[in-house]
């Protein structure tokens, strides 16, 4: 079997910080590298995040590259109510052995992406999409190269969650989102519509922390630190993971339900900035470019984080 080649584009973040445990433990990935972006936290504790993370799950083989420390044109905004002001919660920051990759992260995934064979490297995006946005402007070519880029972010049926309108992370870099969206790269969006069916129970958290490996106890922490915020900022219900699903549909694509559609993103109105607007009748978008996703098996998202944890 040949494992998928990713990168990973983040900015850890609890739920960012699930979804690369997710990827560090997959027997099903081939990780090339982690990218960080500045975003829920600057770019300085997403990047010392990821490196945390990454020897928290022994997997210093694989390369954290940093990427851009701010959005094409907005102020860097930050949600640090939802990650704790470190960006992982409750963990305490340590000074990680394993340093970062030379190499700015916007280059390496061009680099990886040029060196391999088109359609064979996949990206997953969990943070502001500027990284990608400079790639794109740096290297054209890499749109059509690319394989499948699965990114968390936007919303439709369930409204923002930054503001009434708009997702955080298209919200924090609208003008990225809409040059990604404009670019011709192979996009499925998970928004907020598949990811706020994708919440860590009580019941779901104790079975990853059953697992019993430091990586299992570090999503399980993630997991109930998000869910501490989420009851105290938004509501009874468990909190949302949402980074996991773009990771979880590339190792099985069977646990999504995508419908092909036409994307836009709002940049000008302040209102509304960041909003997705999502057209899936192809007599009024003309084509249907984009995938966005509408339902997720949950059970076995948490199932396969689980197995990737042990
Ligand atoms: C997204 O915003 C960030 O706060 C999370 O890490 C996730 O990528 C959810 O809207
Ligand atoms: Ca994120």
């Keep these: 079997?040949?494992?998928?080649?990713?990168?990973?584009?983040?900015?850890?973040?609890?739920?960012?910080?699930?979804?690369?445990?997710?990827?560090?433990?997959?027997?099903?990935?081939?990780?090339?590298?982690?990218?960080?972006?500045?975003?829920?936290?600057?770019?300085v504790k997403t990047t010392r995040n990821a490196r945390m993370l990454r020897q928290i799950a022994g997997r210093e083989d694989v390369p954290v590259h940093a990427g851009a420390e701010r959005p094409l044109r907005r102020k860097p905004a930050g949600a640090g109510a939802f990650h704790g002001e470190e960006g992982l919660g409750s963990?305490?920051?340590?000074?990680?052995?394993?340093?970062?990759?030379d190499g700015h992260g916007v280059d390496a995934i061009i680099a990886a992406v040029m060196a391999r064979a088109p359609g064979t490297v996949a990206l997953a995006v969990l943070g502001p999409m500027t990284n990608l946005a400079l790639a794109l402007r740096r290297e054209p070519m890499i749109a059509k190269r690319l394989g499948p880029v699965a990114v968390m972010g936007g919303a439709r049926s369930e409204g923002g969650n930054i503001t009434p309108s708009a997702e955080f992370n298209i919200w924090a870099d609208?003008?990225?989102?809409?040059?990604?969206?404009?670019?011709?790269?192979?996009?499925?969006?998970?928004?907020?519509?598949?990811?706020?069916?994708?919440?860590?129970?009580?019941?779901?958290?104790?079975?990853?922390?059953?697992?019993?490996?430091?990586?299992?106890?570090?999503?399980?922490?993630?997991?109930?630190?998000?869910?501490?915020?989420?009851?105290?900022?938004?509501?009874?219900d468990a909190a949302p993971v949402h980074d996991v699903c773009p990771v979880a549909w590339l190792m099985q694509p069977a646990l999504f339900e995508l419908k092909p559609c036409r994307i836009a993103v709002e940049t000008v109105s302040e209102l509304t900035r960041g909003h997705t607007a999502v057209e899936f009748r192809e007599a009024s978008a003309g084509s249907l470019p984009h995938r966005w996703a509408a339902r997720a098996d949950a059970e076995a998202v948490f199932a396969l984080i689980a197995t990737s944890v042990g």
């Design 91 to 101: 963990l305490e920051p340590f000074a990680p052995a394993k340093g970062v990759a």
């Design 1 to 43: 079997m040949t494992h998928q080649a990713l990168i990973i584009d983040c900015d850890p973040g609890v739920d960012d910080a699930v979804a690369l445990m997710l990827a560090f433990g997959s027997r099903d990935l081939d990780l090339l590298a982690v990218t960080t972006v500045g975003g829920n936290v600057p770019l």
């Design 174 to 236: 609208p003008e990225a989102a809409d040059e990604v969206m404009r670019s011709g790269c192979a996009l499925t969006l998970f928004g907020l519509d598949a990811t706020h069916q994708v919440r860590a129970t009580d019941a779901r958290i104790a079975a990853i922390a059953a697992v019993g490996t430091p990586q299992a106890e570090t999503a399980a922490a993630m997991m109930r630190f998000s869910q501490a915020v989420e009851r105290r900022i938004v509501g009874p």
